[in-house]
């Protein structure tokens, strides 16, 4: 376990000074993790300009029957509109933008960097071509899935990389933990000005593409939100051990967490970095 302290300077003013009547949902529009379902604790308050509030991301319980899906194994994902078949063939962690390369052809690379630096406007991106710390101030990093989508459906649909979430599950005490809200890119996505995670399929049309996105590289388990003179922040962030064990991703556009029957895809990582 470790502990790392971090007050990144940023204006949460709403949420703070409403403090009584801030939620754990606009935590979570803060930090880039659904706590909805977590423990909001040790709230401390000398002032309206000087608040503490401790956050713990305790894993929660899978109620529901899941099928676990292999690497190299298909399954379909479904929801009211769209019916797919997918097969995961690969998983890389890089450090890097520039070992995207591993795993895609280079002129979508060039285009994925393109839209971190110009439409992402480097939020996340640093001119070296890592990525910056999340909010907390855990260190990130790229994942990066290549899988074989086909659309079952007899019309076209558009596939949005967003709806696929990354969980670290603990299938022994079946119970998980939110790593990612979606994939914020497909290296084959169609062309827009904006958005990288669309891509339109034909009725029966199947493409191998990558998906990805940015990760915390740690599992993240508590840290405290502090508001002081007017600065907001964190501190005391607590994050034990890797994210990329015991990672898979499941397909959902409701926000239902595992509904009955879901398939869960496991995620075999390669990743060259310590």
């Known amino acids: 376990m470790i502990r790392k302290t971090f007050f990144l300077m940023c204006i949460l003013s709403v949420c703070f000074i409403g403090l009584t009547g801030c939620t754990e949902q606009k935590v979570s529009d803060i930090y880039e993790t659904n706590i909805s379902q977590n423990k909001v604790s040790n709230i401390e308050s000398s002032s309206q300009n000087n608040i503490e509030k401790k956050i713990t991301l305790s894993y929660q319980s899978i109620s529901n029957e899941v099928f676990y899906v292999n690497e190299g194994e298909s399954a379909e994902i479904k929801n009211r509109k769209d019916d797919y078949l997918v097969i995961v063939e690969e998983v890389r962690a890089v450090d890097n933008i520039s070992e995207f390369s591993e795993i895609m052809d280079q002129t979508y690379e060039d285009n994925i960097k393109y839209w971190y630096e110009n439409i992402d406007n480097n939020a996340k991106l640093n001119n070296n071509g890592t990525l910056k710390p999340d909010v907390t101030g855990v260190d990130r990093i790229f994942l990066l899935v290549k ?44 062309e827009e000005p904006v958005a990288k995670n669309h891509l339109t399929l034909q ?33 005391d962030v607590v994050a034990e051990g890797s994210s990329l064990e015991s990672l898979y991703m499941y397909y959902s556009v409701t926000g239902d967490m595992f509904p009955k029957g879901t398939n869960v895809f496991k995620l075999d990582v390669e990743y060259a970095g310590k």
């Open 147 to 190: 899988l074989s989508i086909t659309n079952n459906s007899d019309k076209k649909s558009v596939f949005n990389s967003s709806g696929f979430k990354t969980f670290n599950i603990d299938r022994e005490q079946n119970k998980y933990k939110v790593l990612s809200e979606g994939f914020e890119f497909i290296d084959k996505a169609d």
């Open 203 to 235: 009725a029966g049309e199947t493409k191998e593409i990558v998906i990805g996105s940015a990760v915390p590289k740690e599992i993240i388990t508590g840290y405290t939100m502090v508001r002081k003179e007017g600065e907001s922040g964190y501190k």
